[in-house]
């Protein structure tokens, strides 16, 4: 299979790390460049600060002006994006081979050369505050938001990447700046490039482009660590909305730990395997798997899953439910509930432990058909913890025990280890008086 090519590894003085991975089957070519800066690197009153330097990004340099980088990916048969988690923020461009030093050109350049003007600041303040107008419509961000930020007391991940809004109405222009000039540059930077391309000729051009940006300075360590929780916390959020929802969170092991693949596993379990969900996207529940079995087929919920994401710094395993009309959040909570003590009492069957892991191997296989997505799985294990088990990802799922599943449900999915988080619309209170 492709993802067991040979991945290059390189470094240029300043300290850029580069990871070149030779694939032929198509011309074309994606460059990646992560850096490692999210919202875990952020402090109180600066939230929200790194999603918006990632914005700051399009917005220009003295080569590139405004605009001119879409238009040029675009007119030369690719395209691009960019995003920032907890963890990282990340840019990449996919184009025909013969077209990728445009990708070069363009990352090696904005990441020393970016413009903040204080207009365009300003603007986008306006965007980011609207941004985050528009996810509290939704009252799962809400409710997350809420139990993300109970179920962590002292680490940065208590707060979501888009920030909080007093902060965003605060942030000035020459704190991005600072922000910017910290975090981004060849010292605490990762560039991937994937595809139909010659490893000496990437390697050649990168450091043409990149090896006269000076390095920073380090910068400054996460030092917070979040304490073990000892009982399990609570919230109720009633605001108006139409629907009742339910989330759970439990503390997990960051993504170098043993358990995250029995953790992936036993997502898959649950849930169904979707390779995404450890890049925070959304697990689609299978049919054959236990919460849509026993939450859907039931009609207490309307939409049941869970989530686990790999992670720098231990995490959350989520649990979540939308409740059918005229069924209570205590009748899912409760079904939950005993999905959990199903798997740490009883360990799955042979039968079901080889469905789920094949099902959890097909899809990560299919999600790395693309050089693209090459890129991203080789850029995110950078990230959380080393690119050489990007290699090693489809074994490690293959490795998993039923004793593993067992042993992490019992471990984690515990009662003092859990944060519960209730919307309750106020529609519906009404309706219930």
Known sequence: ??????????????????????????????????????SRNEIPGRTGISHWVEHMMFKGTPTFPKGSIMRLVNKNGGHLNGFTSEDYTAYFETLPSDRIDLALRIESDRMAN???DPAEVEAERTVIISERQGDENFPEFLLNEEVTALAFRAHPYRHQVIGWKEDLRRITRDELWQHYRTYYGPHNAVLVVVGDVSP????KRAEELFGAIPAGEPPPPVIAREPPQTSERRVVLRQPGTAQYFLAAFHVPEAR??????????????????????????????????LYRALIETELALRAG??????????????????????????????????????????VSAEELQKSQKQARAQFAYALESVT?????????????????????????????????????????????????????????????
Request: proline share 5%.
């Open 257 to 290: 730990h043993p358990d995250s693949f029995p953790l992936i596993v036993l997502e898959a379990i649950l849930s169904g395997a979707s390779p995404m969900s450890i890049t925070g996207g959304a697990t689609p529940t299978h049919r054959s798997a236990r």
């Open 200 to 203: 000496s000729a990437v390697l």
């Open 373 to 433: 997505n090459q890129g991203f799985w080789l850029g995110l294990m950078e990230m959380v913890d080393t690119y050489r088990s990007f290699d090693t990802l489809l074994d490690r799922l293959a490795g998993v025990t039923a004793a593993d599943v067992q042993r992490v449900a019992q471990t984690y999915l515990i009662e003092t280890n859990r944060t519960v988080g209730w919307f309750v619309p106020t529609e519906h209170q009404e309706a219930q008086a």
């Open 306 to 347: 869970c989530n686990y994401t790999f992670s720098l710094d231990p995490g959350l395993f989520l649990f979540s439910a939308t409740v059918r009309d005229g069924r209570s959040l205590e009748e899912v909570e409760a079904a939950i509930w005993e999905q959990i003590r199903r798997l740490q009492d009883e360990p």
């Open 1 to 38: 299979m492709e993802h067991r090519l040979e991945t290059i590894e390189s470094g240029l003085p300043n300290g850029l790390k580069i990871l070149v991975r030779p694939v032929h089957s198509a011309p074309v070519a994606t460059c990646w460049v992560w850096y490692r800066v999210g």
């Open 114 to 116: 970016s413009v903040f």
